[in-house]
């Protein structure tokens, strides 16, 4: 069982950035394939940036070369970096967990999700 915990939400203005992180329970993180989820009102969720164990790394178009993920396995934690927000970048940012080695972009593959952790970009 893994407890997945977000913060580092917030309100930005466009252009502005943010540092989500995600703290993971338990002592096999290592393990896991990570993933970034978004999903906006009205909208289904969506893949945002993957890392597999190996740190094999898979990013969204829409975000490629704004955002960046990155693991600290001693710390058990994920993070995403988040540069050049914009206001269609606003969602409820997920993260999720997988035991694989496998870079997995659909929400059903994953087992473990986090309560989530809101993103707001204004204009």
């Known amino acids: 069982q893994v407890q997945l915990v977000e913060s580092g939400g917030g309100l930005v203005q466009a252009g502005g950035s943010l540092r989500l992180s995600c703290a993971a329970s338990?002592?096999?993180?290592?393990?896991?394939?990570m993933g970034w989820f978004r999903q906006a009102p009205g909208k289904e969720r969506e893949a945002v940036a993957v890392?597999?164990?190996?740190?094999?790394?898979y990013y969204a178009d829409f975000v490629k070369g704004r955002f960046t993920i990155s693991r600290d396995n001693a710390k058990n934690t994920v993070y995403l970096e988040m540069n050049s927000l914009k206001p269609e970048d606003t969602a409820v940012y997920f993260c999720?967990?997988?035991?694989?080695?496998?870079?997995?972009?659909?929400?059903?593959?994953?087992?473990?999700w986090g309560q989530g952790t809101q993103v707001t970009v204004s204009s």
């Open positions: 999720a967990a997988r035991d694989t080695n496998v870079v997995r972009t659909r929400s059903q593959e994953y087992d473990y």
């Open positions: 338990g002592r096999t993180f290592s393990r896991y394939t």
């Open positions: 890392i597999s164990r190996t740190t094999t790394r």
